[in-house]
């Protein structure tokens, strides 16, 4: 995120992550940075779909997959867990019409909300899957976000006030105002979250 210094990774503080506005039971120590640079939320512009750490990605397909339970799962395409048949799903201006999952961050109400057009991806014809990997043990971070959710996203970072803005899917709202409306912009009115910043290595590393 830092393009004058590629020996830095910057993290948000995700609080907790919900699906259909239901809380997930995730280990929420994971989703802090540790003193040992392990655990929190970083980006990726390199890996094309969200890395978790495994019980986390265990909680999330299994916790989209109970909110889908009426429609039937067919076998999964690697690198992915969950995957279903397109025809199952309604379109909408959001993508598929499927709940989103919220990424709860720190400050008052502040949410990264992923739809259907970032969480679903078409893994072969007639199949979309949920477009996240298991990163198992093998990642620092315990969240990667990657390409493919940051994908008509709009970012807006400020690096002297460590702060990072952001848009809906610009898909699903009007920018003829100038792309960060502060009717689409979570960081609002002036807030924001922090974000910690670390030197040495890329945005995603393995242990």
């Given at each position: 995120?830092?393009?004058?210094?590629?020996?830095?990774?910057?993290?948000?503080?995700?609080?907790?992550?919900?699906?259909?506005?239901?809380?997930?039971?995730?280990?929420?120590?994971?989703?802090?940075?540790?003193?040992?640079?392990?655990?929190?939320?970083?980006?990726?512009?390199?890996?094309?779909?969200?890395?978790?750490?495994?019980?986390?990605?265990?909680?999330?397909t299994s916790f989209f997959a109970k909110q889908l339970s009426?429609?039937?799962?067919?076998?999964?395409?690697?690198?992915?867990?969950?995957?279903?048949?397109?025809?199952?799903?309604?379109?909408?201006?959001?993508?598929?019409?499927?709940?989103?999952?919220?990424?709860?961050?720190?400050?008052?109400?502040?949410?990264?909300?992923?739809?259907?057009?970032?969480?679903?991806?078409?893994?072969?014809?007639?199949?979309?899957?949920?477009?996240?990997?298991?990163?198992?043990?093998?990642?620092?971070?315990?969240?990667?976000?990657?390409?493919?959710?940051?994908?008509?996203?709009?970012?807006?970072?400020?690096?002297?006030?460590?702060?990072?803005?952001?848009?809906?899917?610009?898909?699903?709202?009007?920018?003829?105002?100038?792309?960060?409306?502060?009717?689409?912009?979570?960081?609002?009115?002036?807030?924001?979250?922090?974000?910690?910043?670390?030197?040495?290595?890329g945005s995603v590393r393995r242990r």
């Open positions: 995120m830092n393009s004058t210094d590629q020996n830095r990774e910057y993290y948000i503080q995700v609080k907790s992550i919900k699906i259909n506005q239901k809380l997930i039971p995730v280990n929420t120590s994971l989703l802090t940075l540790s003193s040992s640079a392990t655990g929190g939320t970083t980006f990726s512009t390199t890996d094309p779909y969200t890395i978790l750490e495994g019980s986390i990605f265990k909680a999330i009426a429609i039937p799962t067919v076998e999964p395409v690697a690198p992915f867990g969950l995957c279903y048949e397109s025809k199952r799903f309604q379109p909408t201006r959001l993508g598929p019409g499927v709940p989103s999952i919220d990424l709860e961050l720190q400050g008052h109400g502040v949410v990264w909300s992923i739809f259907g057009v970032n969480s679903l991806v078409e893994a072969k014809p007639g199949v979309l899957c949920l477009a996240f990997v298991n990163g198992k043990s093998l990642y620092r971070a315990a969240i990667t976000i990657g390409t493919y959710q940051l994908q008509d996203v709009l970012l807006q970072v400020d690096l002297a006030r460590s702060r990072l803005g952001f848009t809906g899917p610009l898909i699903g709202v009007r920018t003829n105002r100038g792309p960060l409306n502060s009717s689409v912009c979570v960081n609002r009115g002036g807030r924001g979250w922090g974000m910690r910043r670390r030197r040495e290595g």
